[in-house]
């Protein structure tokens, strides 16, 4: 189904890795509602080449690699898609996201510091680069939406998730301030999406997942939101329906984040 709310718009989508992504979905979707793409990824995860197949269905859109804590990859990136698009750009997706102490299977409490300024810097502030590349050259229109996923973790303790909850809580912040500045510069909004887990290769790589994604399933009144509908919620926000809302936290977890408890978690503890 598609409603053309994307249509005539120009967008960048960071992050689409595999079939599984929700960059990948949220690609897909915002090219059915009629918008014009540029996928970007790290160069390392172009060279597995899938993405090639996303961008094919994606009506040939350009694929600009570029690191996202790299200030000249984005410069780069933010120049040639506005070449390409003969123009400004509408919308962007920050779907990026890694953990070095939870790949290397470092506990919290025994984080490696070198690891986590990485972490911080890949998860959390590229967000920051990618929005003052775009600041110092002009590259968005008036109105634009800058939308980044994030995680509950942020607010409340999940063991397992590691430092990525300190990442995700600085990626909430940067939202926030940067959202002030963007909306009175240029009406431009910047919002995170507190997205329910789901099977992705970044997801997948928290201790226990399997554990983590049932639980958070009972927990929710409505079940737990898929990438393709994470993918919808996205396309909203880079639609002009949203133009009022900015610096938000929005989340899109079945109800998770504001349910103390439900029956089937209920019977689960009384069996
Ligand atoms: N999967 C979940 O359960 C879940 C839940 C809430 C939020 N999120 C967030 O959603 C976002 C997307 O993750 P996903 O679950 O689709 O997994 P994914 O593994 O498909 O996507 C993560 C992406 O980050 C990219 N990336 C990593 N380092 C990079 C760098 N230096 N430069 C550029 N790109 C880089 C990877 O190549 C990959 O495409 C992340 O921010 C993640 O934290 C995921």
New binding site residues.
Partial sequence: MSLNLLKGKKGII?????E?????KTASKCFDEGAQLVL???P??LRMGEINKLAAACGNAPVIG????NMDDLKNLFEKSMEHFGGKIDFVL?????SLNVRKNKHYTEMNYEWNQKTLD??AM?FHKVLRTAWDLDALNESASVV????IAAQRVFPDYNE?ADA?SLLESVTRMFGYYYGIKKKIRVNTI??????????SG?KGFDGFISYAEKMSPLGNAS?EDCANFCAVMFSDYTKMVTMQNLFHDGGFSFTGVTQAVIEQMEK
Avoid: C, E
């Avoid at 570029?66 to 804590?69: E, F, G, K, R, S």
């Avoid at 920050?94 to 890694?98: A, C, E, K, Q, R």
């Fill in positions: 960071f992050g689409a890795l595999d599984k992504s929700i960059a990948w970007t990824n790290a390392v995860a570029a690191d996202v804590t920050h779907s990026v996201g890694m890949i998860s590229s980044a996923l994030t995680y990525m995700k507190s997205q329910s887990p789901t099977r992705t290769t970044a997801g928290v990438g």
